[in-house]
């Protein structure tokens, strides 16, 4: 296990492929909006490290919040998978939307109002 404050890194006990690794902030928060600004600087600096340190040709950097996006563990936490075939490492399925640009803009302007 590596310890950089403030975070930890260490293998998943569930890889989905070799090297298969987890970026633990300190802090405890549920979701990564709930983190502090400076633990979240830690965190990709050290995925950056494991990947190329494991050499990972192409990989995955993954970070889930809540049930419906696959979170399983009640605390912040990034994956760093790698993914060296189509068939090992992470599966992703990706349903874009068909949305007008309009609504889409709708979106951006709510968001950037809580900026």
């Known amino acids: 296990m590596i310890s950089c404050f403030p975070s930890y890194a260490f293998?998943?006990?569930?890889?989905l492929s070799e090297g298969h690794s987890l970026v633990i902030p300190k802090?405890?928060?549920?979701f990564m909006h709930q983190l502090p600004d400076e633990y979240l600087a830690d965190v990709m600096p050290i995925a950056k490290k494991i990947?190329?340190?494991g050499g990972f040709a192409q990989y995955n950097?993954?970070?889930n919040n809540g049930p419906l996006a696959n979170q399983?563990?009640?605390h912040v936490h990034?994956?760093?998978i790698p993914k060296p075939d189509k068939e090992t490492g992470l599966g992703v399925r990706w349903n874009a939307q068909k949305k007008p640009i309009d609504e889409i803009k709708a979106t951006y302007?709510?968001?950037m109002e809580k900026l």
């Open 51 to 53: 990947a190329a340190a």
């Open 109 to 111: 302007d709510r968001i």
């Open 72 to 74: 399983a563990v009640p």
């Open 78 to 80: 990034f994956h760093v």
């Open 11 to 15: 293998m998943d006990i569930e890889p």
């Open 27 to 30: 802090y405890h928060a549920e």
């Open 61 to 63: 950097v993954l970070q």
